[in-house]
């Protein structure tokens, strides 16, 4: 072949795809991309869910049971829960028995009212367990307008407040580890607006909570203690039912002289009331809220024969105490009242004279977390 004829002959293109080609790859990559990301972005985080977190998560009955005669202790504190700096102290004071954390998160939209997950999780770093009393405010929901509206149970029985709990549930799975939750505590305060005050009626309470611990259920937190909280000795019509509540938790406050009889009542005669009228529902105790005012009588000497009453072995029935260490309080007619233990002088001296650094031992087992079957 001659070299005019060579030159002559058209150039091959070089291999791979055409520019076409290239094209109508890239076309289809960016029309996949969005289904994807809508529908299987969500469908792969469903499925992790599912099948990994949830089977990740510490069954609420992995808390081991306390030994006869020793129980858990605990606090709340106006700091919790941003801040552990009280608990530390509350440690050293006991002799590193604390072994609860109570604080109060409102219902609501907005980041104050998700699932705390980062207090949580330095919470159990340090080795402490959670109890949230979770408190149903719906006015804190922007699509009520800052208003609590009447029935407000029979709203959350219906399903109209499901995606909040329903987040708020996969919060507490994702946490993995046992925590006590408590519901609408207190349910004839009228201070509250899931009370009668508001409309809201045994039946609503019942239905509200039933609905919650299902939800609860249906998203795998099975690290979840249920704790109900009577306000008075007759609140046994809003108590939902013992296939419901793993716990109920006493509130016990002596408001002595700013009581409107004016009457000092010792720890122990006010908490055999509370657990005399509620032991019949077959539901284990602990006391979930304690002070005691200082007005008419020593808040130093009721605390020790507290105390002294659980060492004794008196209230065999509670198997658990939370100290409400909240310096700003008050009463029922809203006189102001410190129900905090730094009006009590001494008091280190006190818990090591009577030992009651022997007593306190209620944390999670040191065991691999269980799977579903």
Known sequence: MTRKNIANRPLKS????????????????????????????????????REVICRMVTDAHALENPEPRKM??????????QSLYGMDELQ?????????????????????????????????????????????WLSEFV??????????????????????IREWARGAARHGTPLFLRIAHEPTNPLYPWTSTYGNTPEMYGSAWKHIRSLFMEEGARNVSFVWTPFGLLDSAFFPGKDQVDWIGLDLFNYGALSEQGTWIDFYSLAKLYVDSYRTFGVPMFAA????????GSKADWIRDMFRAFRNGDLPELKALVLFDIPTGQTPTGLPIDWSLSEIKGIDSLIQREQFDTLFTLRPKAALRSYLP
Do not use: C
């Not at 809220?289 to 008419?296: I, Q």
């Open 92 to 136: 050293s004071t006991f002799g590193g028995r604390v072994s609860l954390i109570s604080f109060y998160q409102a219902w609501g939209d907005g980041p104050l009212h998700a699932f705390p997950t980062e207090a949580l999780k330095n919470m159990r770093k340090a080795g402490y367990t959670p109890m949230v009393t979770w408190e149903p």
């Open 72 to 81: 858990g202790l605990g606090a709340t504190r106006p700091e919790l829960p």
């Open 289 to 296: 809220e304690v002070g005691t005012s200082s007005a008419g």
């Open 14 to 49: 070089a291999p791979g795809p055409s520019i076409r080609s290239f094209l109508l790859f890239l076309f289809i990559v960016v029309m996949a991309y969005f289904p994807l990301k809508k529908w299987g972005e969500p469908a792969l985080s469903e499925f992790w869910f």
């Open 143 to 164: 699509r009520y307008e800052s208003k609590e509206p009447q029935k407000s149970l029979a709203l959350i029985a219906s399903g109209k407040l499901d995606s909040y």
